[in-house]
């Protein structure tokens, strides 16, 4: 016998339609006050119990049976998405497995069999493996695919791994989930932000301190057997860059006020923004980044937009019980031709601010455009400019602009060498370049 916990009713009918076509004798609660009452009066050899209910949520509702003695049947969990918090403390709790929605029939049923496998061979507590540590970055892209991969393949292995990629596009989300994929991922994975280092502080916050109280650990410490992330790289300051490259050659470190030499067992993933390296110590980029992972920008992957919208909108509906809403076809191909200059953060909290402030279901192009009224700075490159927000004739000066200073630089300033290199009359050049407000005269000379 199973019982189904869930507050949509078009769920509930949905399992118990399924299920009891597979011969289980299914009873349906829709909150956690009727899902009380049928567990204790029906003991059912199986439970699936929603995460989000209006009134007691469903990690409570196991909270509560696990203070009982005992759960007495296994428990799977229903969400519209999985996370890290939920599943540590549902398996805890006592949780089997989680099943996410929308449900796959498959995966329905082989999750209930498992389950029920499990209990009836005195295995109650088997399935918790199955439970997801980090759900995947999202996206179907052959970019996203190839990616993950990557990512993958470098997780089996101890190497430090530097990633880089603009402000909001994830590199901290990669590092979480290449630890999660590590044989270090039971082991802590500690995050250090770069600029937190100071002259004064950077050897007492690296390698800890000690005095006749005892000893305090340092971020390494802290890592041991498991994993250092180095946050925005580029901001560790020369004392920190010197004193972590000895720490790195030496594989070992010595507390503040210490005497005994501590052996280093840390593995380490940093993030940098691109194009950081001209300033920075040299041998100890040469630790840090013996492989490096590329996050892209989401301009580069702009076809998993749509699907990046449905996941966010799911999370926050889920997360913080805001009103649904969907994302119609005209929005959505305004969004995916959106250069998105602060990446993912941006698509985030755009979908954040459209489900707070509300509204109809469906969320419209008249509504999008209105949201993206605020200009991109002109002084950002081109290709994070939205010159779909503009009239045509003031989106060609934009990109004629950007154009031309960007190959003037290519030129070292030389509007002789520019002409050539565009295809243009030079005294055509020069009068574009002063029509655009290009002042060639401060960059160079023929």
Same mark, same amino acid.
């Given at each position: ?10 769920? *509930?009918?949905?399992?118990?339609e ?20 049928? %567990? ?7 439970v699936?119990l929603?995460? %989000?209910?209006?009134?007691?949520? &469903?990690? !409570? ?10 759960l ?10 999985? !996370?890290?918090?939920?599943?540590v403390?549902?398996?805890?709790? +006592?949780?089997?497995?989680?099943i ?17 496998g499990?209990?009836?061979? +005195? ?10 540590? =980090?759900?995947?970055?999202?996206? $179907? ?5 190839d ?8 997780a ?8 880089t990629?603009?402000? &909001?596009? +994830? ?44 000893a ?9 057997? &498991? ?14 860059? *010197? ?9 070992s ?12 067992? #840390? ?21 840090l ?12 992957y702009a ?11 799911? $999370?926050? #509906?889920?997360a913080?019980?805001? /009103? ?14 959106? /250069? %998105?200059?602060?990446n ?8 954040? *601010? ?6 109809? !279901?469906?969320? !419209? ?16 490159? =081109? ?9 045509? *004739? ?21 509007? &002789? ?28 000379d023929?």
């Amino acid at each position: 016998s199973i019982l189904v916990v869930d507050d949509e009713a078009d769920i *509930r009918r949905l399992l118990m339609e399924i299920l009891s076509e597979e011969g289980y004798q299914v009873s349906v609660a829709a909150d956690a006050a009727e899902a009380r009452k049928s %567990w204790e009066l029906l003991d059912p050899d199986l439970v699936l119990l929603d995460i %989000w209910m209006p009134d007691t949520d &469903g990690i !409570t509702l196991l909270r509560e049976r696990a203070e009982k003695p005992g759960l007495r049947c296994p428990v799977v969990m229903m969400s519209g998405h999985g !996370t890290v918090d939920t599943a540590v403390e549902a398996t805890r709790l +006592g949780a089997v497995d989680f099943i996410e929605k929308p449900l796959s029939l498959a995966k329905l049923l082989r999750t209930v069999e498992n389950a029920l496998g499990d209990a009836r061979a +005195g295995k109650p507590g088997a399935g918790r493996t199955l439970v997801p540590e =980090l759900i995947p970055p999202v996206g $179907k892209s052959h970019l996203m695919r190839d990616l993950r991969e990557k990512v993958q393949r470098v997780a089996r292995h101890d190497t430090p791994v530097l990633i880089t990629g603009e402000s &909001g596009t +994830g590199r901290e989300a990669f590092a979480r989930y290449l630890h999660s994929l590590s044989t270090r991922a039971a082991e802590p994975l500690v995050n250090l932000v770069a600029g937190s280092l100071t002259d004064d502080n950077a050897a007492t916050q690296l390698f800890g301190s000690e005095n006749s109280s005892g000893a305090v650990p340092g971020c390494l410490e802290q890592a041991q057997g &498991g994993a250092l992330y180095i946050n925005e790289l580029q901001d560790l300051n020369p004392t920190a860059q *010197r004193l972590l490259a000895s720490a790195l050659e030496q594989r070992s470190f010595t507390r503040v006020g210490g005497r005994d030499s501590v052996p280093l067992d #840390v593995r380490f993933l940093s993030s940098a923004q691109p194009g950081f390296e001209k300033d920075f110590r040299k041998d100890l980029l040469a630790h840090l980044s013996i492989v490096k992972l590329r996050i892209p920008p989401l301009r580069e992957y702009a076809e998993d937009v749509p699907e990046l919208l449905r996941y966010y909108a799911d $999370k926050l #509906v889920d997360a913080e019980r805001l /009103p649904f809403r969907r994302f119609d076809v005209g929005a959505q191909n305004r969004l995916r031709n959106y /250069p %998105w200059p602060g990446n993912i953060r941006d698509l985030k909290n755009l979908v954040h *601010r459209l489900l707070i402030l509300g509204g109809g !279901t469906d969320i !419209t192009l008249k509504e999008i455009e209105r949201e993206l009224e605020i200009e991109t700075p002109a002084d950002e490159p =081109l290709v994070k400019q939205d010159l779909l927000a503009l009239p045509l *004739r003031e989106a060609r000066e934009h990109f004629e602009r950007a154009y031309l200073q960007q190959q003037l630089q290519l030129c070292d300033g030389k509007v &002789g060498l520019l002409a050539k290199r565009v295809g243009m009359e030079r005294t055509h050049l020069y009068r574009k370049l002063r029509s655009l407000g290009v002042d060639f005269r401060q960059s160079g000379d023929d």
